[in-house]
């Protein structure tokens, strides 16, 4: 592991460097007294064997001894195994807090490439895995490296040919686990991309269940979510049986070695350089060389845990945002609205050009209405004015000075965006609106639905504005949904308007109140409209038309009309549906 890998796992443990000292501390007590338990036993077996029952009250006073320890040892044990877990689990929060964070920051294009299953998988699945790892590697290490270094001089001590031969089992049982390991670290890797292919699989198939079940398409889903978990079961199967082969050995290692103690030590009692309670000592330290091993398993499967979500959380941490702040950026005192392209050059990576050399000027209180056919970029075009997407080259300003040297926030807080598509959060209707402006007060969201003519149909809801709309608003109706958007954009208040399609998706009657709505809401803004029926913007100050060149005609409705070009045919078109 890299040394600033190492630095940055160390400093998870930083906030919480007190606990973490006591639990390695109660793990090493605990540890240390498990080496001294079977020295006990041996004291208490050799002076019965030697002085029989006139060391009653001596091995009595042991017994107690011994059985004190056990009661420290418990509550070590009790300390580090509660607050131990306690810990990993903190780190996790704290880390699991880091990736969320940090994925509000990532911009549009991040998730245009990104599934949102997949950062479901980093922060759910990967910040468990490093909670156990954070929890156990360290505890483990410690404590069967006090038992095997201990186990390893005490025995030497007693007598150390015997001790020899057990040591020698130690590297063939080491190498055998690291070759097991290796290969159960292949497929958990594996498994884990496979996890996280299938949480992208589900969270696309249920998001989308109404068009699913729409289209009868429940077999087709299916299909591919059987594919998916399928191939999941074969990476967990190839890792199971690394797994399986890796315990089998480490058993038939633990049969071999109290046999092989048992055969040497035999052999050193009739040769006098033993005596029955050195056995007896061996074969109850016999396990301080197994458990080491047998816990190298564990402590390698949460080391290859956690080195795979470690390498998974660094990647999505290390993605910087396309979008920041520069250092220099200036809150200006007022926003007015104007708005203004410069050379602007958009693509979406290495698709077709959007926009080159784009040349716009949008005064402040305008309203403007852009149409074209789908494909030319009136929805990139406003998408770049709050800064969702950064053009590649030329500039866009604000009252004269450059978006991008203007705060993000304060850029977006004066930014107001009713789209086609509204999405609306589990919760009421009242924190549906107030998310446009966060603490408004029932009096300030009450207006908003009013002036977005929502009030009457929320006050016939079962609990008015605190009825809960179900997941994404799905007890509303489409136009009932609009308008809690709108109602949201009219509590931000912004001085500019980006209205994307708000209309199109509605019935007749519904549409002919949000467009009251929206054009309420316009009065006094800068306006940019998104039109798709054309005949919903003929009263537009300005109407520019888009092609895969830019902007190809602009005017008002009877000027275009007047010019016989692309917008009059487009209007000509729609006006026969």
Known sequence: MRKK??????????????LFAADLFCAFAAAGIALVLPL???????????NGFSEVPHILLAGLLLAALVVVQTLCTYFFD?????????????MRAQMFFHCQKLSF????????????SRITNDSLSLSEFFHHVPEDLLIQGVKLAGASVILLMIHWQTALIVLAFLPFMALYTLHFNKKMGSALKRSRESMSRINAQTEDSLSGIRVVQSFTGEALENEKFSRQNQQFLEDRRSG???????YCGMDAFGGL????????????ILNGSMALTDLLIFLLYIGYFTGPIQSLVNTTRLLQEGKTSFRR???LMETEPDIQDPPDAQVPEKICGKLEFHGVDFRYGEEKQIFRGLELTVESGEYVALVGASGVGKTTLCSLIPRFYDPQQGSILLDGTPINQIPLRVLRQNVGVVQQDVYLFTGTVAENIAYGKPGASREEIIAAAKQAGAHEFIEELSQGYDTHIGPHGVKLSGGQQQRLSIARVFLKDPPILILDEATSALDFHSEKIVQCSLEQLARHRTTLVIAHRLSTVRNAGRILVLDESGVCEQGTHQELMEQDGVYASLYQASSEF
């Open 5 to 18: 890998d190492l630095k940055q796992l160390i400093s998870f443990y930083r906030p919480y460097r007190w």
């Open 40 to 50: 006990g036993v041996r004291y208490i077996a050799d002076h019965l064997l030697e």
């Open 82 to 94: 509660y607050q131990g877990h306690s810990l990993g689990a903190k780190i996790e929060r704290d």
């Open 109 to 120: 294009r991040y998730y245009d490439e990104h599934t949102v299953g997949d950062l479901m």
């Open 240 to 246: 199971y049986q690394s797994e399986a082969r890796l």
């Open 257 to 268: 070695l109290p046999i092989a103690i048992v055969v040497f030590g035999g052999l050193a």
């Open 313 to 315: 959380y660094q990647e």
